[in-house]
């Protein structure tokens, strides 16, 4: 069950439009009138409690040091939704603030605090972390914004970890300038990739190009495609290791500050009940799967995008993607996302399935 803390949403009596007195409920107001409606229903359910961790926007408004920064110290505006709230914010909230986590923490501990004294607290089994963007744990803002040639993340909490896991991977600061091959290499200061040193993470942009000219019904025989010139920073659509180390240090740092704060609201849950379910929805953040599992079934938009047009280059990405959850020991889910489903609704389809269920069974 969707919800969001009170710190979030601390409900308001207010007046609408029309001059109606109307109440707005609270995160908590909010969850007792849904699981009451549901155990009236199924009385022996059991709830996990999908909780909301995001600040609300006058923190956001006050603490502007824990927003995501980019190199000329300012933030972006942007839309944080989930399915239980929406709001305009003035910038994107750092994983790593350790003031928000220490807040948040806070807003949790006293939501629990109501959910054991409810009639029906026995019946609530976990909680599943939520923040960021969809309740997924990342940034509605992006690192690094090419067409305002912006980067970041300068945030003093990001900054104060990224020095920290440095140190941690490199121990020295003689080791850490070797490997990065760049003198102002530091903890205090570590450097932050501009624009061009990452331009490697929307190498998508050049594959589209080669989907669009080389792979798909329309294909234009002997266009050319630069995907490389004057970015040294990636060879084809990986990263030029052997120049450009800081680069996978920076994104291997900011995944890592995630998890890391999931693991300090996992722990002060685990840590106050014995025995409940914790969890949350985390995948690192950057090109981790250029094109994901869609089908020629999608819509016109999705099925163009990925250059899928009929079952054959379905159910080639299918077996694909199955293929790397299997080899990299990954997760993935295959689900009917759109209102109107259809998806995977074929033949073919559905015997690929049901081969892939008896291979993930072996394995």
Request: hydrophobic share 40%; proline share 3%; aromatic share 16%.
């Amino acid at each position: 069950m969707m919800t969001n803390t009170d710190w979030l949403r601390p409900g308001r009596d207010f007046v609408d439009e029309s001059g109606i007195k109307q109440h707005e409920d609270s995160g908590m107001e909010a969850f007792v009138k849904n699981a009451r409606t549901l155990l009236a229903e199924v009385p022996d359910a059991y709830i996990i409690v999908r909780i909301g961790l995001h600040p609300p926007v006058d923190w956001m408004e006050e603490n502007k040091d824990e927003l995501i920064t980019y190199q000329d110290g300012s933030h972006e505006p942007a839309i944080l939704a989930s399915e239980v709230h929406r709001d305009e914010i003035p910038g994107m909230y750092s994983f790593a603030s350790e003031k928000w986590r220490e807040a948040a923490g806070k807003a949790l501990k006293e939501f629990c605090d109501e959910v054991d004294s409810l009639p029906f607290a026995d019946r609530v089994i976990g909680y599943f972390l939520a923040a960021g963007g969809t309740s997924e744990w990342y940034p509605v803002n992006v690192l690094c914004d090419r067409t305002k040639n912006k980067y970041g993340d300068f945030s003093p909490a990001f900054v104060k970890f990224y020095g920290e896991f440095l140190k941690k991977r490199y121990g020295s600061e003689e080791k850490l300038k070797k490997a990065w091959k760049r003198e102002d290499a530091s903890f205090d200061k570590p450097v932050i990739p501009n624009v061009q040193e990452q331009y490697f993470i929307f190498m998508e942009e050049g594959i589209m190009d080669a989907m669009k000219y080389y792979e798909s019904a329309d294909r234009i025989i002997g266009k050319n495609i630069d995907m490389d010139a004057e970015k040294a920073a990636n060879l084809g659509v990986f990263l030029n290791m052997e120049d450009y180390r800081y680069v996978a240090d920076f994104y291997d740092a900011f995944h890592e500050v995630t998890a890391d704060a999931i693991i300090y609201f996992a722990r002060l849950l685990k840590e106050r009940y014995a025995g409940k379910i914790v969890g949350a929805f985390y995948g690192s953040y950057g090109c981790t799967d250029f094109f994901n599992s869609r089908t020629h079934l999608e819509d016109s938009f999705y099925r163009d995008a990925m250059g899928l047009y009929d079952v054959r280059d379905s159910i080639v990405t299918l077996k694909r993607d199955f293929a790397r959850v299997l080899c990299e020991d990954i997760y993935a889910w295959w689900f009917d996302q759109h209102a109107e489903g259809g998806r995977y609704q074929h033949e073919e389809i559905y015997k690929l399935f049901s081969r892939q269920e008896e291979i993930a069974r072996f394995a």
